[in-house]
């Protein structure tokens, strides 16, 4: 079992604190069948790949994945970015990131962290790993307004008001746990590369399988499988990892 | 964040995606950080065909720092041929790269005019909901 990376600088009062759902990402990330997917995908010789966490939280999956890129990517040279809508999530990442490659003689590229929705910030084409642990629990709809930090929110003295409506950022998932998802769904055909791979987490009341089978339905022939749940028990947030990618021409 | 960050950025403006001049971001009123890390000939060799060599140009000019060749060097011109040292190049695209970021300033779109601040070293792309 590779190392889980340290977070115990960071403060959960306002920050996602890594869960069950993160950690099905790293076991995912770093099982055999995923590993050697993305080996054979990113040939060690090839350029560099780009690995994005939406939603990093507080960066302990991409400091995971950066820390143990060479076993997860066949590459010791990845290049890491992560985004979150919560500025202290973005903060504490980058330090949970710098912490996790500190002992390491040969690091990985760390690009940091920025603050926007989604990937609307990122150049189309580039990401190669997409990682997403949404806020995926079913509640009221979203309000647009309501789903992205506003600056009088951040700004407010209200500290107890603004770190309760920042955690419900990340786990308010509005109508069947998918209206976050269902955005960044809709990125990836643009956002990914050629050679792109998302890995996107899910609960059963998101129902897996529909989500799937629409993938499966994108122009372009996509691919979408399921790589990892945590099966154990029958509670209604039952979890699995899907796959998201396209065949590569070679 | 590093100068290499912005190679994979661009303006989050829904309108803003399809414009050429939506990309690079240009960095304006910039404090930069200079943190040294160990070269590795490799990693340059292997990022440099992600690059898009015209925005790094224009970076480095609007930056004011030491400008870049014309055109992008080949992997041979990384290291010595004879020694196997890194080359002046190598050093050069090393600290633009992988040792210089921006800790404040902000980043502008050619195409809207927006400005993104940077702090902390953190860009901020959260738009208001009426710019969306
Ligand atoms: C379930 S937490 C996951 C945190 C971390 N990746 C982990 O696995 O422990 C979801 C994260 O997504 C972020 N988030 C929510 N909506 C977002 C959006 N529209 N764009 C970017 N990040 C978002 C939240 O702030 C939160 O950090
Ligand atoms: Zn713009």
């Not at chain 1, 929705?117 to 009221?140: A, Q, W």
């Not at chain 2, 950025?9 to 990309?23: G, I, M, N, V």
Request: aromatic fraction near 6%; include cysteine.
């Amino acid at each position: 079992m590779l190392p889980t990376p340290s977070t115990s600088h960071a403060s959960f009062d306002n920050i996602y604190e890594p869960a069950e759902d993160s950690y099905l990402l790293l076991d995912t990330l770093s099982s055999k069948a995923e590993s050697t997917f993305l080996t054979q995908r990113f040939h060690p010789t090839g350029p560099s790949p780009l690995i994005l966490e939406v939603g990093v939280g507080s960066g302990v999956v991409l400091a995971f994945a950066a820390a143990n890129a060479k076993v997860i990517f066949g590459h010791s040279d990845v290049a890491v970015l992560g985004v979150d809508v919560n500025p202290f999530a973005a903060k504490t990442a980058v330090q949970t990131i710098a912490i996790a490659l500190k002992d390491l003689k040969v690091k990985p590229i760390t690009l940091g962290a920025v603050l926007a929705d989604l990937t609307s910030s990122l150049r189309p084409g580039e990401v190669d790993v997409l990682i997403f642990n949404p806020p995926y629990v079913p509640t009221e709809p979203l309000s647009a307004t309501s789903s992205i930090p506003s600056e009088a929110m951040l700004d407010s003295h209200a500290t107890f008001e603004r770190d309760s409506k920042l955690l419900e950022l990340s786990y308010a998932g509005g109508v069947n746990g998918m209206e976050t998802t269902n955005r960044l769904l809709e990125q990836l055909p643009d956002v990914l590369s050629e050679r792109g791979v998302a890995y996107v987490l899910l609960c059963a009341q998101n129902k897996p399988e529909d989500v799937k089978a629409s993938i499966r339905q994108w122009p372009g022939s996509w691919k979408a499988e399921t790589v990892g749940s945590s099966g154990k028990t029958a509670s209604w947030e039952k979890l699995c990892v899907l796959r998201i990618w396209r065949d590569v021409v070679p | 964040m590093k100068i290499l960050t912005l190679n994979f950025l661009c303006c989050a403006r829904k309108t803003c995606k399809s414009s050429p001049a939506s990309f690079p971001l240009h960095p304006k009123e910039a404090s930069l950080e200079q943190i040294e890390t160990d070269i590795n000939a490799l990693f340059i060799k292997n990022i440099l065909p992600r690059l898009d060599w015209e925005a790094m140009k224009t970076l480095t000019i609007e930056l004011g720092l030491p400008a870049l060749p014309t055109e992008p060097p080949s992997p041979e011109a990384l290291e010595d041929p004879d020694s196997g040292e890194p080359s002046q190049t190598l050093k050069d695209l090393h600290q633009l790269l992988m040792e210089t970021s921006i800790e404040s300033g902000a980043l502008r779109c050619g195409n809207c005019d927006h400005e993104y601040a940077v702090k902390e070293g953190i860009a901020n792309f959260l738009l208001p909901s009426h710019m969306v």
